[in-house]
């Protein structure tokens, strides 16, 4: 888990920051990441997941920084469409690896939607994805500048996705119906969540939280059928697309 | 007249004084600084480095701005709804901050209410990744 890749690398002028998109705030996010029995999930979601038994064996709560983003701000900053997704920033605060997956492989077309079952084809691959992309984030922890995982400024620009004029129209609805959220205003924020989905589809941040946007389901998470028929419906749509970590791009 | 209240950014300003007139959001230039960051110059409304000429027909008799002419002036999103008007950056402006490659800075609170601000973080490499509940 992350947690246990911090361990590993914070002593080596390495800070991780994660970002939570919840409108909900802390409310939504805190039975979640300090959940008392982090050690009884089960094996079923590491191999969802694509931790490696290693990993797996050292999660523990976050002691890095767990930011709060009720109004999806770093989404927009960032153009991040879903989560997980990552972005490296080298000492002067400058990107070198663009908003990607974070080691993350689409699971939800061969996962059973009941159990979460994965055959062993898929969780063999979705392992080596998140073993990539983690050997990938220590080397460039060690080497810098000089890792092949750091890329030159062009080929950060060449794989970034800036936003289109729809873009900042959805996030302004979203920075309008996060404010009516929070004034107990429901069905106006739900209703400008939906037209956030609506200007940005590719945004499954949106979607999902559109779908959540309700203070009896705060902190729940959208595994259910409602999710899945989102997802088929947006089939066409990119949901985890690999990190892609040769240097020269594809 | 039913108060407006400006989101702007980040920052959130309930208007008592400001006018709906038709299109136009009209403010005193002492509280389109308070909600904007905007401030009346003699060379123009002026926020950190930037200055942008003010237009006549932004203004009125009484010396007030019309901060949706001045949003339609930068490109900016308006979303509005009963009383409460939300402004976002331009499209270009979020697409050359992000393709100048410095990462955009935040400040957003952790679970104890603690802000941090990606700038705090200079000199180390940092890993920024994201996640949701749902």
Redo the contacts between chains.
Sequence with gaps: M?QAVYVELKDQ??????????TAG?A???????CADLQDRPPVLARLMGWSDDLWARQAPPTY?????E?H????????RN?????????????VRPVES?GTYDMVPHMNRETFEVPDAAAAHGLEVRNNYVDA?RD??KN?AASRYALP?EE??RR?Q????D???A???V??GR??YSRGRLE?AK??FNEAVRLCPESW?YR??S??LDPER?????GGPDFFAAFDAHRHLPYYPEADLDKTGG | MNATTVIYDERVTPLPRAERRGASLWLSAADMQTATGWKLEPQGLCRGDACVRVDKAWCDAEGRIDLMAFARHMDQPVTDDDGVVAFGESVNVRRDALFSLEGPDFSLPDLDGVMHSLSGYRGKKVFLHSWGSY
């Design positions: 992350w002028g390495f800070e991780m920051v994660a970002v939570a998109f919840d802390t939504a996010v805190e039975a979640r990441i300090r920084p767990c930011l709060i983003d109004g701000v770093v989404a927009e900053l960032y153009n991040m989560v997980p997704q990552a972005v490296w920033l080298d000492e002067q605060g400058r990107i974070a984030l460039w922890v810098g400024p950060v620009r970034m800036g936003p289109k004029a873009d900042v129209i996030a302004n609805h920075r309008l404010y009516l106006r209703h400008h941040n999902r939280q779908m959540m705060v902190g729940e998470l959208n």
